[in-house]
Structure formats: C-alpha cells, structure tokens
C-alpha cells in the first residue's frame, strides 16, 4: 500500500515503476507541523484500527461483532494482562498484540468496585502507570477488590489504609447515598458541575495570569475532596433552620452598642469598632 501511493505521488501521470523520490518518504510521513505531508504509513493506519477492536473488546462493548469474538477466544475480565493466544488467528493474534498499546491509556473507573483489582488494575489516573504502589515493597500484593474498599451505606467512601493512600480517591467519587429522590440527584450534580467549572477557571487563571502552572493531579484531587466535602453537607443544610434577617435596632437608653467587624489580611489583621448609643453614634 505504502508503494502504491509512493509511485502515485512521485509519478501519477505514468504506470511505470520508474520514478525519482525528491524526498524521503519517512520525511513525508511526518505531520505538517514538523515540515512533513501528514501522509499515514499503512502499518500504522492497520495498528489504529486495531487497536480500536482491542479497545471495544477491552471495555466490553455490547455488539454482534464483539460478542462473538469474546466468545470464540474465551475473552474474561483481566484479558488485558493475559498472555496472548498461541493457536489463534491472524487477525486475533494482531489484536492481542495491541494489548501493550492500549495499556498505556487505559484506566478504570471505580463505579461500584466489584470488578477492580486494587493492586493488578490500572485505576489511579495520576501514578506511573496507574497502578498505586505499597509504601514497603515486602507487603505482598494479595488480591483485593475496590468494593472491599467502598462502604455504600454510608455517605462518604471509608478506606482502611493510610492517609496518603486515601486521597488516592477513585475518579468520579462514589456519590453519598442518603436520597434517591430526583430532587437531591439534581442539586448533587448541580453542585459538582459548579464545582468543577471553578476549578477549571482557577486553573486557567493560575496559568494565564499569574503564570503558575499547578499540577492537575494534585487540582484533580482538591476538587474531588471538595465534592465528596459538599455532598456530604447537604442533608445537614437541608434540614437546617436559618435565621431571618436581622435589621439595627438601637441599644437601650444609657446602654453603649458596640458594632465590631474584623479582616484577616495576608501580613496584617485589622479591626473596626462602632460605638453607638441610643441618641446616634
């Protein structure tokens, strides 16, 4: 295929073989960007598209195509870090070579956890290869599920194990279950897309303006914490009492009032103080 749209580009008014390659056609094959043509090598353009089915096989998708091919090479849960087939097919024994490629992106999300492996299960988006590491490299990794790990009848997630370990949470958080209502679904994704907008415009302001590039895994973390934070103070607001408004009410006759604001500053602190009496201030 590469020949073919080599002798196409160099010679397509002839069908003879016979042409004179200005070019490299390794320069060619180089984006546009780096001074190349952007033409796509065939091997190349042949690995995409496999890597495609890899993927679909991979994550489990729901089709004819798919289903079948699961079916005939027995494809379980973990076939991402299984040992390739001997005997397959051509076609399969591509697939099954793509494995390695997808590995470098694929990344669970928790969900309910039940079929996740803590320790073998690529699912900390921020760690090399994102697989969480033991602080003690004796601790044998056992298998253990992030279902073990997650108390849904509580509204927070409870990990057993250190605090550095903890704010590994999982991506997205594991939503608090106090309410099924429509009501409460709503305001719970109304508070995480509020929060997560803030921290979008946080972060590009820190880059624009202040020039300071913060890290996104650590902004990825701080903003999951902030939800699970805010999630887990809405059934205490929702059955909160708030005051009415308050209007100054002069103090009693021979009673000295005092109005007292503060601010915080970052090398100050400053305090004002009002002195009213019944007559005025």
């Known amino acids: ?79 991402i870090n299984c040992e390739p087939l001997k005997n397959a097919s051509l076609t399969w024994r591509a697939i099954d070579r793509l494995k390695a490629t997808i590995c470098k992106g694929v990344c669970y999300l928790i969900g309910d956890g039940k079929s996740v492996d803590y320790w073998k299960d690529p699912w900390v988006p921020w760690s090399p290869g994102f697989l969480p590491k033991p602080k003690d490299i004796l601790v044998p990794p056992n298998p253990m599920l992030m279902s073990s790990l997650i108390n849904l009848g509580k ?10 370990v903890i704010k590994l949470v999982v991506n997205p958080p594991v939503p608090p279950l106090t309410s099924s209502n429509s009501r409460s679904v709503s305001i719970q994704a109304s508070v995480q897309f509020a929060l997560i907008l803030e921290a979008i415009w946080n972060f590009r302001n820190h880059h624009v303006h202040l020039n300071n590039l913060e890290s996104p895994p650590v902004s990825i973390k701080t903003l999951e914490l902030k939800v699970i934070e805010h999630w887990r103070a809405l059934p205490r607001l929702a059955g909160a009492t708030f005051p009415e408004k308050s209007f100054f009410s002069p103090p009693p006759p021979g009673c000295i009032k005092l109005n007292v604001d503060a601010a915080l500053l970052l090398s100050s602190a400053r305090i004002a103080v009002i002195a009213g009496m019944k007559t005025g201030c």
């Open 1 to 79: 295929m590469d020949a073919v749209v080599r002798r196409f580009w160099w010679n397509p008014s002839s069908d003879s073989s016979r042409f004179w390659p200005w070019k490299a056609w390794t320069d060619l094959c180089t984006p546009r960007t780096s001074g190349g043509l952007g033409f796509r090598r065939a091997k190349h353009t042949n690995d995409a598209m496999l890597s495609k089915l890899a993927w679909m096989i991979a994550y489990g998708r729901d089709s004819p195509c798919m289903n079948a091919l699961r079916s005939k090479y027995k494809v379980r849960h973990g076939w």
């Open 155 to 164: 509204s927070f997630m409870e990990f057993a194990l250190e605090m550095d």
